[in-house]
């Protein structure tokens, strides 16, 4: 089984720190996703990458940041977090082939 | 049009009930469909892949209709634990990387004792 692990459930932040959210994977999967997920948007594709130090940017990048250092490890930066943020993070990881993705359990995220 | 489109819900059935959703698609060129479930406050997992047959995993019958743009899945024979969202899924190859997916906004289903 594919198994996919986020740093935190859940974690409550002041605006205008500086926020990680770390995701790592155990299947050796090329690409991984960071998405968000809001009431009423749906999930919504931040960044991804498909190799190690590869990015590129989603549909939402603005006000995020991404770390790819090593193959099974993919972080999420907030440089300045704002309310606006507070959502739930979810990452995920899939093969360049058979195209679907498996998730990690999400980070919810609350910027006070 | 939007890029995935599905019926928002709720669907709300008894036990024993066969239920259908729909969901359409924008970009001609896609190539790969999935269902995802989601279960309140978790994250969305796996249901099946789509393919141009049609499949069928147990209760589970998913179809794809490429001229119509539409995706189909319908459970037959509800259980209590099929309440979920139940997310359409498509990689819109094209304008961008292949190995992004499109999810839809996902259609709460509730199946009721």
């Known amino acids: 089984d594919v198994k996919v692990t986020q740093s935190s459930r859940y974690l409550v932040k002041r605006t205008g720190e500086k926020v990680f959210l770390e995701c790592v994977q155990d299947m050796d999967h090329e690409n991984m996703f960071w998405y968000r997920q809001d009431p009423g948007l749906g999930l919504r594709l931040i960044y991804f990458s498909y190799d190690v130090k590869m990015k590129e940017k989603g549909d939402i990048p603005e006000g995020y940041s991404v770390s790819r250092e090593k193959k099974e490890r993919f972080s999420l930066i907030l440089e300045s977090a704002s309310t606006n943020q507070t959502s739930m993070y979810l990452c995920a990881t899939g093969t360049g082939g058979r195209k679907e993705q498996y998730f990690g359990p999400g980070t919810r995220l609350t910027v006070t | 049009r939007k890029e995935v489109e599905q019926d928002p819900g709720p669907f709300n059935v008894p036990e024993g009930a066969t239920v259908a959703f729909n969901c ?90």
């Open chain 2, 24 to 113: 359409t698609y924008s970009n001609s060129a896609s190539q790969s469909f999935f269902w995802y479930r989601q279960d309140c406050r978790k994250e969305p997992k796996l249901l099946m892949s789509v393919y141009s047959s049609g499949n069928e995993d147990g209760r589970f019958t998913a179809q794809l209709n490429r001229a119509s743009q539409y995706i189909s899945l319908l459970i037959r024979d509800s259980k209590l634990s099929d309440s979920a969202t139940y997310l359409c899924v498509v990689n819109p190859l094209g304008g961008g990387s292949n190995y992004k997916l499109t999810f839809g906004k996902g259609t709460l289903l509730t199946v009721n004792p």
